[in-house]
């Protein structure tokens, strides 16, 4: 069965600086694909970003990056010049080889979630 | 709207009513998503469906949840004699796919509290 591993409960980062939030996944299929929401409390999923198990570059959206590293099944997310709206939950998710009707169709197994608190 | 939208935003419910909880996809979204979200977890896939058909239940934690989408757009969400554990956010999602990604857009959620 797929699984997905946020080991962060809470991450804490001073405006402007970087920061990295973990993410380690487990499943069988080749064909994957792994996306970042981020929740403020408003409680609207927002996605951030993606990656597919075939991309050989590591995606980026803007500030957003997203370290793969498929040997270690691991897929970080990395904000740069963090600010203040960032403040809220993050969670990583994978799609998996789910099919119906003879399609994939991108169901999604999320992680714990990481709460990041973005100081002044 | 541009958006996914969910009604209503807030419910509460005594133990053993029934609820229904509705969904609004972005127009011409063929997939629909349904998630339950219990409170400081990850949300937890319940039911999927491809236009009208429902092709994946396997989330569905009992024969209390029904979910529907008879034209193939708007989606309900029925739950039957609620119980406290069924207290959660219920979150809709539709989903297109663009350049290879199925990008999925959420809703903003039914906060269900059972008391």
């Known amino acids: 069965a797929q699984k997905i591993t946020q080991t962060q409960p809470g991450m804490f980062v001073q405006e402007k600086e970087a920061v990295t939030l973990d993410c380690t996944y487990d499943t069988s299929d080749p064909s994957y694909g792994l996306f970042w929401y981020k929740q403020p409390s408003s409680g609207e999923m927002i996605f951030l970003i993606y990656q597919g198990s075939y991309d050989q570059q590591n995606a980026t959206e803007g500030r957003y990056s997203l370290n793969f590293q498929k040997a270690r099944k691991s897929a970080n997310l990395v904000i740069s010049a963090s600010q203040l709206g960032d403040s809220a939950m993050y969670f990583c998710?994978?799609?998996?080889?789910?099919?119906?009707?003879?399609?994939?169709?991108?169901?999604?197994?999320f992680g714990q979630g990481t709460i990041l608190t973005v100081h002044p | 709207g541009a958006g996914v939208s969910q009604s209503p935003r807030y419910k509460v419910a005594k133990r053993g009513q029934d609820v229904a909880l509705r969904c609004d996809p972005i127009s011409g979204h063929v997939s629909l998503f349904w998630y339950q979200q219990a409170l400081g977890q990850g949300p937890e896939f319940l039911t999927y469906?491809?236009?009208?058909?429902?092709?994946?239940k396997s989330g569905l934690p009992s024969d209390r949840f029904f979910a529907e989408r008879p034209e193939g757009s708007v989606s309900t969400l029925k739950i039957q004699r609620t119980q406290q554990e069924d207290s959660a956010v219920y979150l809709c999602?539709?989903?297109?796919?663009?350049?290879?990604?199925?990008?999925?857009?959420f809703g903003p959620g039914t906060r269900l509290t059972v008391t």
């Open positions: 999602a539709s989903s297109r796919r663009r350049a290879g990604v199925y990008e999925q857009y």
């Open positions: 469906f491809q236009n009208e058909a429902q092709l994946d």
């Open positions: 998710a994978m799609r998996d080889g789910f099919t119906a009707g003879g399609t994939s169709y991108g169901k999604l197994t």
